[in-house]
């Protein structure tokens, strides 16, 4: 069984500050994770996505996320917030066979102060 | 068109109507996906295809329908729905059978109000 927690309902930030999305996920087989992002009347955008090479991964935007077995974590940042980024952010986890489904969290909205 | 696009943007509809939400998906994927997103919940996942074929109902009431006709179109087929089925339907496409990973790439989705 797979499932994700996204710490944090809602995260705001100032302009130019770090930006840190928590992302923890249980899954009993070695997994894939994503990062989604969702802008206002839109649907889910794939940000970044994690299968098994290089434990940081870059994704659009300036995103990267790193993937911790240890902690099972898979946390997404990028090192100065814009206004753009404003939007909701899901993270998500699947198995490794093509009859897995992706299990999404409850999303993080993301707010950006001037 | 590329992507996924998905049509109408916006359906407003009496409990008693019957519509349609279509999906179409370019990117030659094989499997495609209903979702639906409610204020406040979680992604709920509504019914899955692939290779054409439905593998995966998830309880979901039978005044939903999906039809996939081919691989590139998906439909859901709705009739005497409820207020609480007012929501975002999002629909999403993958390579089922890929060996790497299996992104889902969604369309804008259908904002639905039930009157």
């Known amino acids: 069984a797979q499932s994700v927690t996204q710490l944090g309902s809602h995260v705001s930030v100032s302009e130019g500050a770090l930006v840190l999305l928590r992302c923890n996920y249980s899954?009993?087989?070695?997994?894939?994770l994503f990062w989604y992002v969702q802008y206002p009347n839109q649907g889910l955008q794939l940000l970044l996505k994690?299968?098994?090479?290089?434990?940081l991964v870059k994704g659009i935007n300036g995103f990267e996320a790193e993937f911790k077995k240890s902690e099972t974590s898979f946390h997404l940042t990028k090192p100065s917030a814009h206004m753009s980024d404003a939007a909701e952010y899901f993270c998500?986890?699947?198995?490794?066979?093509?009859?897995?489904?992706?299990?999404f969290g409850s999303g993080t909205r993301l707010s950006i102060r001037p | 068109e590329t992507g996924v696009t998905q049509t109408p943007r916006h359906l407003v509809m009496g409990m008693t109507n019957k519509k349609s939400l279509k999906c179409e998906q370019h990117?030659?994927?094989?499997?495609m996906y209903w979702y639906k997103q409610s204020a406040k919940k979680p992604l709920e996942l509504m019914f899955v295809?692939?290779?054409?074929?439905?593998?995966e109902n998830n309880s979901v009431p039978s005044r939903f329908s999906p039809e996939c006709p081919n691989s590139s179109h998906l439909f859901l087929h709705l009739h005497t729905l409820q207020p609480e089925d007012s929501a975002l339907y999002l629909c999403?496409?993958?390579?089922?059978?890929?060996?790497?990973?299996?992104?889902?790439?969604f369309g804008p989705g259908t904002r639905l109000t039930v009157t």
């Open positions: 999403a496409s993958s390579q089922a059978l890929a060996e790497n990973s299996y992104e889902q790439y």
């Open positions: 899954s009993s087989v070695p997994p894939y």
């Open positions: 994690y299968t098994s090479a290089a434990t």
């Open positions: 998500a986890v699947s198995g490794r066979s093509s009859a897995s489904k992706i299990i």
């Open positions: 990117l030659g994927h094989n499997a």
């Open positions: 295809y692939s290779l054409e074929e439905r593998v």
